[in-house]
């Protein structure tokens, strides 16, 4: 019988649990851009997208204990929650994404990508604050633009789900090609761990 694994684990837990247990899958659900710009050896990138899109038809064709990150838990949060209602289970959520990793010293590959999504967030969020009180010295009404992304933010972090994170992923360079979407879900699913590995 396979051993469960806790809800969240920290850089710690990881390592030890790779030592212990050679095939466990880091699951990456991030964007591929944000991917490519840093990601931990070894990871195998699924984003939360293609997960969401194939949701009814995946399933485990193995018991490896799987780990999944993100930047700081959220989207793997909901990436565990799409996969438990699939059917999956040893998932497990590594504590504080990518930045918890870093700040406890993990070893990261970096590359060139695109920015990560919370910072896509930040620029496009403040580009229309900035834009809607801008125009309001023109046209009284624009100032309610900025008001609205004030309180689409305050829903995101109240939810811990960000409509503009979903638009801004549906960009091309934060999405997944097509063809790449079945071999990218056989790193999670198969039972080979085939897949995009960096």
Not at 42 to 56: I, K, Q
Not at 111 to 136: I, P
Not at 170 to 183: V, Y
Request: with cysteine; proline share 4%; hydrophobic share 40%.
């Amino acid at each position: 019988m396979t051993q469960a694994l806790p809800k969240t684990i920290d850089t710690a837990q990881v390592r030890a649990l790779r030592d212990a247990d050679p095939q466990i899958r880091l699951i990456d659900v991030r964007a591929p851009g944000e991917f490519a710009s840093s990601h931990i050896p070894g990871s195998y990138n699924v984003p939360l997208d293609l997960l969401r899109e194939h949701r009814d038809e995946l399933t485990a064709q193995h018991g490896d204990p799987v780990v999944l990150v993100c930047a700081s838990g959220g989207r793997a949060e909901q990436a565990r929650s799409l996969l438990e209602n699939a059917g999956l289970d040893r998932l497990s959520v590594l504590r504080g994404g990518i930045t918890g990793w870093q700040q406890q010293g993990g070893e990261l590959n970096q590359g060139r990508g695109t920015w990560a999504m919370e910072r896509q967030v930040r620029l496009v969020a403040g580009l229309l604050v900035l834009t809607g009180v801008v125009a309001s010295t023109a046209y009284d009404p624009l100032k309610w633009v900025a008001g609205f992304v004030g309180a689409g933010l305050t829903f995101a972090a109240v939810s811990n789900n960000c409509a503009m994170s979903r638009v801004l992923g549906l960009l091309p360079h934060n999405r997944t090609s097509r063809t790449d979407g079945r071999a990218l879900l056989d790193a999670l699913t198969g039972g080979t761990g085939a897949g995009r590995r960096a």
